[in-house]
């Protein structure tokens, strides 16, 4: 008997199933792609650290390489410590569940699988939520709970329950070594469905939609490419939210922009680390966000500009 879905998990089938049709990925593409990256770091090797550990390397991570193209100071030091708030431990908690439930040989009601995501991921110390979860109060820890649940429980509503056969990996994390080891492109799979060439690589989201998320995807097809040799099929952002899904099939096109992108961005990275160049000011969104938007002139100005469009 075949499965039966509902619309919004057959309008997920319909977009992220299998086909025939596949992108050529043209033989020698990875080497060539590679090269073209290798070739721009070798300035660089002399300055680099010498890669030896894993705390004597260059890392960039798919943040990194968005903050770099987008306002160059910010990128530098405008980002601030990381600070958990109920909005960003969503996310965790959420992924948590979703990374959970693929792998339960008994369902559980979503309101328990979210109970123990958030009992597990306070009691792992390892984790910087830890601090966060333990220190709530048990109003906090309610509301919390409460938001979590609602987010999964219409996660496993709208999305198709993902089999075993589908071949998941969730959570998983993938990396790219440069330059003899000296640069890491580091980044993690939320989910990945089906084996190279089927492969689709899935994020999940609990917030609202970017452009940026699908620059993250591209690159990470831009990993697996020159890391195992064969880019996915597809890449998709999925919005638990609004139920939507952002998806694009990888092509030779989206891979060769996807190069320069990286090229570009690690360039200009390690250019303004080792203080060979100045930060370019690039007002845009970071700028909400930036530690120095009460004394950017290109970023008051820009928050004054949305302020006037938005009616704020
Ligand atoms: S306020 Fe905006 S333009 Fe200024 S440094 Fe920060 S992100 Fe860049």
């Known amino acids: 008997m075949s499965d039966v879905y509902n619309p919004a998990q057959q309008r997920v089938i319909d977009l992220l199933g299998r086909t025939d049709e596949r992108p050529h990925i043209p033989d020698g593409l990875a080497d060539e792609l590679r090269a073209e990256i290798e070739e721009a770091l070798k300035p660089f090797h002399p300055?680099?650290?010498?890669?030896?550990?894993?705390?004597?390397?260059?890392?960039?991570?798919?943040?990194?390489?968005?903050?770099?193209?987008?306002?160059?100071?910010?990128?530098?030091?405008?980002?601030?410590?990381?600070?958990?708030?109920?909005?960003?431990?969503?996310?965790?908690?959420?992924?948590?569940?979703?990374?959970?439930?693929?792998?339960?040989r008994h369902p559980m009601p979503p309101a328990d699988l979210v109970e123990e995501a958030v009992s597990r991921l306070a009691n792992d110390t390892s984790k910087g939520i830890s601090d966060f979860l333990t220190t709530l109060d048990e109003f906090g820890r309610a509301e919390l709970i409460g938001i979590c649940t609602a987010t999964f429980t219409r996660f496993t509503e709208n999305f198709p329950p993902i089999k075993r056969t589908w071949i998941p990996q969730v959570e998983s994390p993938i990396a790219l070594s440069l330059a003899g080891g000296r640069v890491r492109i580091s980044g993690k799979l939320d989910i990945a469905l089906g084996k190279p060439p089927d492969k689709v690589i899935l994020d999940i989201k609990t917030g609202g939609r970017d452009h940026s998320h699908t620059e993250d995807l591209r690159l990470y097809a831009l990993i697996d490419l020159l890391s195992i040799g064969h880019a996915p099929r597809k890449v998709a952002s999925y919005y638990i939210e609004d139920s939507v899904i952002d998806q694009e099939d990888i092509n030779e096109a989206s891979l060769r922009s996807t190069t320069r992108r990286l090229r570009d961005g690690l360039v200009r990275a390690i250019e303004l680390k080792i203080g060979k160049v100045e930060p370019v000011l690039r007002p845009g969104n970071k700028c909400r966000w930036c530690l120095h938007n009460n004394d950017c002139q290109a970023g008051l100005d820009f928050m004054a500009e949305l302020a006037e469009r938005d009616g704020w």
Do not use: M, Q
């Open 47 to 104: 300055v680099l650290p010498d890669g030896k550990s894993y705390e004597t390397r260059f890392t960039l991570s798919k943040r990194g390489l968005s903050d770099v193209h987008s306002c160059e100071k910010y990128f530098v030091d405008g980002i601030g410590p990381f600070e958990w708030s109920t909005a960003n431990a969503k996310g965790t908690i959420v992924h948590k569940a979703v990374e959970v439930s693929i792998n339960l």
